[in-house]
């Protein structure tokens, strides 16, 4: 069983963060992964990372400038000022949830369970608000969308809508809007984090030694047959 302390530590269950990685490049995914090299944070992956932690009720570890820190408090002040902000308090934050296709291990935390949905919150950009769809799709959020919601599904509920809470500074207001992802995106978010989770697990396989010419020669007798090639 999975708990807060080693959930990021372990490597058994795959991730959306570990599939995005590796669609991006295979020396990411091993630098961030195998190698466990530490994660340069933009400004505004600290700011976001901070709001998630203190409006889910995590314990955060990110340091922010002073500048930051307003930014990050103006967001959570406007967070509690929301009209659903009653539902997201009793809701379920961050559990941890686990499931499994053809042998293979995945996990994630939703950032709000509530009976009737799942909520992820995003802090953004103006610009990227105005095109959230695409943005999910170039983010890789809908991979993302797809596992909690199939999480979900595994624990025993049925498919439950999915939405982004988006919140982003605009001339120094801190704004929220709620965006409700299309079922087909989700479904096919799914789709996408399963073939690459299929070609993570498969690289595991990748252990065999080079071939030596000594043992080429006797593989390339007459009478061999190369697949690939013939």
């Known amino acids: ?10 490597r058994d269950y795959i991730t959306t963060s570990m599939a995005l990685s590796f669609r991006r490049s295979r020396a990411l995914y091993a630098r961030r992964f195998i190698e466990n090299a530490e994660r340069e944070l ?14 889910t009720g995590g314990v955060t570890e990110v340091s922010l400038t002073p500048s930051q820190k307003r930014t990050a408090d103006g967001f959570i002040a406007a967070y509690r000022l929301l009209p659903i902000f009653p539902e997201l308090e009793a809701a379920k934050k961050q559990v941890i949830l686990t499931g499994k296709f053809k042998n293979i291990l995945f996990k994630g935390k939703p950032d709000f369970c509530l009976p009737t949905a799942t909520v992820d919150l995003k802090i953004s950009s103006t610009a990227k608000v105005d095109r959230w769809y695409w943005n999910c799709l170039g983010r890789g959020l809908d991979l993302q969308a797809g596992v909690y919601t199939e999480l979900r599904r595994q624990a025993g509920e049925k498919v439950l809508p999915f939405y982004h809470l988006v ?8 704004r929220f809007r ?7 995106m989700v479904k096919n978010g799914l789709k996408k984090f399963k073939r690459i989770a299929q070609d993570i697990r498969a690289c595991d396989d990748f252990t065999d030694p080079p071939v030596t010419f000594e043992t080429a020669e006797k593989l390339l007798r007459p009478g061999f047959v190369d697949v690939e090639n013939d």
């Open 178 to 184: 709620l965006f409700r992802l299309p079922a087909s």
């Open 167 to 174: 919140g982003w500074e605009e001339e120094g207001i801190c």
């Open 1 to 10: 069983m999975l708990n807060a302390a080693d959930y990021y530590k372990d």
């Open 42 to 55: 933009t400004a505004s992956m600290k700011i976001g990372s901070y709001v998630d932690d203190v409006v």
